[in-house]
């Protein structure tokens, strides 16, 4: 295969984590209807995301230790036909426990199966511009607010909640399996066999020693950090949005304009980590972040709300790609997949956090002031995490 196929990886990545991610956020626009049709809390809708998150964790680690035993192939062609299942399953629970249970457990396993072997396939594939690729493939996570959200939102209003969601679990089926079976291995790269590679620790490091390094460490603690920062605030958007007299159709759109912002700042951002660095455009954007979270407590209008989503949405997109690029730089190729998978599991713990939280402030304050303040104090701490972020070792600053 000549080396012009990691494209299609990259594209491949790209619709896989669309699908598997938009489809699993689509709770958000679930949210509203599900509550008002089942009568369910709040709380309650928004713990099965918590769920998900949690089980989403382990899943990471675990298939991301399968990619590197077995090939990212077979791990998304299982995760494909699961994804579907769970959501079929999902649309029709007859019980809040029933659907926290399929929802949580189901989507978040089969959901978890894509970002980390494809992250760490793509990663394997390109020797130059790879934090450019890698923002690439997490660009569909950007897409998927402008097209499984809107889709959603559109099969709610014209035909219920369930038959919406057993629609995009078929939806779901259609794409991922074809997708799944475009995916190869990478040729080995010659630069890697006669490099020596230093800052590789991982290839020659027990994974014991690697997940109590410091570099570990500290990508494992800003990664929880900053998911643990915005995924409240992602997860609750529309119905603030809402609450603060914007219509719904309108509320969903804001979603899609932060989406829409997630696409570009990954591109923005990968493009910046490969000319000045990971480090300083990671913390840069963290900080952003930060100041943008704390801002939504200031804005009610619809303009207001898509102006922010700019730059909220750019920020947490663009920085999301950037760890898998400094596990790879400091871990090498050998067990990218199992040390990428171990720090995903410790951000879904941080994204599982914020929906829950966010949903008990709303049932207790009628209001979600308190979880914009609390998310920006955690935004700053993960900036701050940031900068304790090891020095690449001078013979990896000269490859990349």
């Known amino acids: 295969m000549s080396s012009g196929y990691r494209w299609v990886i990259v594209a491949a990545g790209a619709l896989m984590s669309c699908v598997a991610i938009g489809a699993m956020f689509s709770l958000a626009i679930f949210l509203e209807p599900m509550a008002a049709a089942t009568h369910w809390s709040r709380a309650g809708i928004s713990s099965a995301m918590t769920l998900n998150f949690l089980v989403m964790g382990v ?10 035993r077995f090939g990212a192939r077979p791990v998304v062609l299982i995760g494909a036909a699961l994804l579907g299942l769970a959501l ?8 809040l426990l029933e659907f926290q249970l399929i929802y949580g457990i189901l989507v978040g396993l089969s959901a978890s199966a894509f970002f980390a072997p494809m992250i760490a396939a793509t990663t394997a594939w390109f020797d130059e511009n790879r934090s450019l690729a890698v923002s690439l493939v997490s660009a569909g996570m950007g897409v998927a607010p402008m097209t499984i959200s809107p889709f959603a939102r559109w099969l709610i209003l014209n035909y219920g909640w369930q038959t919406a969601m057993f629609s995009i679990g078929i939806v779901a089926w259609a794409l ?13 790269l010659a630069k890697e066999i006669s490099m ?12 014991s020693q690697v997940f109590t390094s410091p570099q570990f460490i500290v990508l494992g603690l800003t990664f929880f950090a900053c998911c643990a920062a915005h995924s409240g605030p992602i997860f609750h958007m529309v119905s603030y949005a809402t609450i603060c007299g914007v219509a719904p159709m309108a509320a ?16 923005l951002y990968g493009t910046l980590a490969d000319k000045f660095g990971v480090k300083p455009v990671l913390v840069a954007g963290l900080l952003v972040q930060a100041l943008a979270l704390a801002t939504y407590l200031t804005v009610s209008r619809l303009g207001e709300f898509y102006a922010l989503a700019v730059v909220f949405g750019s920020a947490y997109g663009g920085v999301m790609p950037l760890y898998a690029v400094l596990a790879r730089e400091y871990f090498g190729g050998r067990v990218i997949g199992t040390v990428f998978g ?3 599991m410790l951000s879904s713990i941080g994204m599982a956090i914020g929906p829950l939280i966010g949903g008990w402030i709303f049932d207790t304050f009628a209001n979600y002031s308190w ?4 998310s920006a104090m955690v935004g700053l701490g993960a900036a701050a995490i940031a900068l304790a972020f090891p020095p690449l070792p001078q013979a990896r600053l000269q490859q990349a």
């Open 342 to 344: 171990a720090a995903t």
């Open 176 to 188: 991922l399996l074809p997708a799944a079976l475009l995916v190869r291995n990478p040729p080995v």
């Open 252 to 267: 969903v759109s804001i979603y899609s304009v932060e989406g829409l912002a997630g696409l570009g700042g990954r591109l």
């Open 88 to 95: 079929v399953l999902a649309s029709s629970a007859q019980s």
């Open 196 to 207: 020596a590679e230093p800052a590789a620790a991982g290839d020659k490091m027990p994974l």
């Open 59 to 68: 899943g990471g680690f675990a298939w991301g230790a399968a990619s590197d």
């Open 371 to 374: 979880l914009f303040i609390g």
